[in-house]
């Protein structure tokens, strides 16, 4: 008997900024209360109104960048490198960054992808690399 598999899509992790139902405004990571109008967020969206989930990913732009060498166990790499950017849209992150040699101020492409395999458990993240 053949089973037909096409039908399901490989997993594709995303990671979200929220978007404020009453002012519009775009927080990552999600806060409980509206920075900008102190509209509540509820997780649940059972008392409050659901707050919009908007992709976080594309041009973004190098602040600063760290090497890290003391890695967990596991990892066979001597170090890894992660930077802070900021999108096109304000907001800034945190995440794994594959350039070679980083500068501050480079531009970048950011996407969601695995960063962390725990046992029973893959963790999504970001990851900045150069365009193109």
Do not use: H
Request: hydrophobic share 40%; proline share 8%; glycine share 10%.
């Amino acid at each position: 008997m053949d089973i037909d598999f096409s039908q399901y899509e490989p997993f594709k992790p995303v990671v979200y900024a929220v978007k404020c139902p009453k002012c519009g405004t775009l927080d990552y990571p999600a806060p409980m209360i509206c920075k900008n109008c102190g509209e509540r967020r509820d997780p649940s969206g059972a008392i409050f109104s659901a707050w919009e989930k908007v992709p976080l990913d594309g041009k973004c732009k190098l602040l600063g960048w760290t090497k890290l060498y003391a890695l967990p166990e596991g990892i066979e790499k001597k170090y890894l490198l992660f930077g802070v950017v900021e999108f096109e849209n304000g907001l800034r992150a945190i995440g794994r960054l594959l350039v070679e040699e980083p500068k501050t101020g480079m531009e970048l492409v950011s996407t969601a992808g695995l960063v962390r395999e725990i046992p029973g458990e893959d963790v999504a993240g970001f990851i900045f690399d150069i365009a193109g």
